[in-house]
């Protein structure tokens, strides 16, 4: 039995803006655990189409799927892109009629009457979905269609009237070192890929999920699919993984994509010391929140071929971080930041602005603590109400929330074409891009900063990497 995952065409103009020239282009790894728990489990005959490395249009997806004739189709999606996963779905039940449509990810995981009503989706499965899938699978491969609907975690429509069926409730997986690597090998080849340039020094590169959940309650932050509680894979699945990564997909840099990659502080000096153990040397990178590192991890990352850290830092201003229920603060973050640069690592920052609460005063502080510090990038995100955030619920129930047009969820905008979702108070729309305008220009227009990144240059792909980041940063600022 033929099954495939779609990851659907996206236009990257529309989705990230000015920014489209470094867009994070990585696999996504959701629909490779599925692929790999189907072929571990009995059903071989699975492959994914990421559409995104291929440059595939939507008429790529439809020949492809008249050409594999599936018997089931996996369609993965955010809200980002639920317009064009419908697409697909509307397109997969033309070219292969035969097929039971799935739909997956954040978006019908939060909303799913919502999503389900939106395209001609058979099924839609909620949360992590390893086992989810699989019981499907077994259910069509032996009973055909009636015999998913005993399966927990989905949510589906009756033909006849329309009403939205849900089974029992499925929790997520506690031991993760059950799961199957991702199938990698059903992806195109990385070099396919472009991560962000500020974020890389080798290609190939190629990065992992080593943990699910977070445990904090961010005010802007959707855990829908993989809950608060914080699983991970030990340490010695990880190094396993990181092993396979380099020697049998050619990776020669690796990024920890974790939310939090040292929660547990001794799950990562265990990592850390197991790469030094296997003698594996490579670069690598993790992104974590600042209150949960100290000097002597991070000299242990070093040792272990860490080059960068990226925090969440999300503002420069303590009453926002208090607003925003990050749970850390100004001195945690200045702190994080020099206890990495002091032990030779490199540094990137994530920013929010225009979350409610946001000022003009907070957003200058926000830009000069960013300023204030030899960090490689900062990335100055708008925020967006994503429904299943505390936020989102609060903007609504204020009736603050402008519209639920979904094309226009952005983080990354084109300035030209907005239509946000939410403007803070005391903004217009066009004053709060052009505050994302301003802090973008400012930090990466500085003297101060082009001459620090033209002095560290070490390779031609440095060149490269910095020439993109440079030009992003003026066509940005001309916008």
């Known amino acids: 039995m033929k099954i495939v995952f779609v990851n659907p065409p996206l236009d990257h103009r529309k989705h990230y803006g000015n920014f489209e020239k470094v867009a994070n282009l990585v696999p996504p790894l959701g629909i490779g655990y599925l692929a790999s728990t189907l072929i571990a489990n009995g059903f071989p005959d699975v492959e994914i189409l990421d559409s995104l490395p291929l440059d595939y249009d939507f008429d790529d997806v439809r020949r492809w799927l008249e050409e594999k004739k599936p018997r089931i189709v996996g ?8 317009s064009e996963a419908a697409l697909v779905a509307r397109i997969a039940k033309e070219a292969a009629p035969a097929a039971l449509v799935v739909l997956g990810g954040p978006h019908v995981t939060t909303l799913p009457e919502e999503a389900m009503a939106e395209g001609p989706y058979d099924l839609g499965a909620l949360g992590e979905a390893e086992d989810t899938i699989l019981e499907v699978a077994r259910a069509v491969d032996s009973g055909g269609t009636p015999a998913w609907r005993k399966v927990a975690g989905l949510v589906f429509r009756e033909e006849e009237g329309g009403k939205t069926v849900f089974t029992p409730r499925r929790d997520n997986k506690q031991v993760l070192d059950a799961i199957p690597f991702p199938a990698r090998h059903l992806y195109p080849p990385l070099a396919a ?36 509680k914080f699983r991970a894979y030990s340490a010695e699945k990880v190094v396993e993984e990181v092993e396979e990564m380099i020697h049998a997909h050619g990776a020669r840099e690796i990024r920890f994509f974790d939310d939090t990659f040292t929660l547990s502080r001794e799950r990562a000096v265990a990592i850390a010391e197991g790469i030094l153990r296997k003698g594996l040397d490579f670069p690598w990178t993790c992104r974590t929140r600042t209150d949960t590192v100290d000097r002597e991890l991070l000299a242990l990352f070093r040792r272990a071929g860490c080059w960068q850290i990226l925090y969440g830092l999300e503002s420069g201003d303590e009453k926002m971080l208090k607003y925003i229920d990050k749970g850390t603060t100004i001195e945690e973050n200045a702190n994080a930041i020099e206890a990495a640069l002091a032990v030779g690592l490199r540094v990137r920052g994530d920013f929010i602005i225009g979350a409610p609460g946001e000022t003009r005063e907070s957003i200058r502080r926000t830009v000069d603590f960013a300023k204030k510090y030899p960090i490689d990038a900062a990335t100055f995100h708008l925020f967006t109400p994503f429904l299943g955030s ?31 979702p939410y403007v803070p108070e005391g903004f217009t729309q066009e004053e709060i891009l052009g505050e994302i305008v301003k802090a973008h220009r400012e930090f990466y227009l500085r003297p101060r900063f082009l001459l620090r990144n033209l002095f560290a240059v070490r390779r031609l792909s ?18």
Do not use: M, Q
């Open 75 to 82: 369609i993965t999606a955010t809200v980002l892109a639920a």
């Open 193 to 228: 890929y472009k991560p962000v340039p500020a974020s890389w020094k080798r290609f190939p590169f190629a990065h992992t999920l080593t943990s699910r959940g977070c445990p904090f309650a961010c005010g802007f932050c959707d855990r829908g699919v993989v809950g608060f």
């Open 390 to 420: 505390r936020f989102a619920k609060d903007v609504a129930t204020e009736g603050r929330l402008r519209h639920r047009d979904f094309d226009y969820y952005r983080v990354f905008v084109d300035p030209k074409t907005a239509r946000l």
């Open 462 to 479: 440095d060149i490269k990497r910095n020439w993109i980041a440079f030009r992003t940063a003026i066509g940005f600022y001309h916008n």
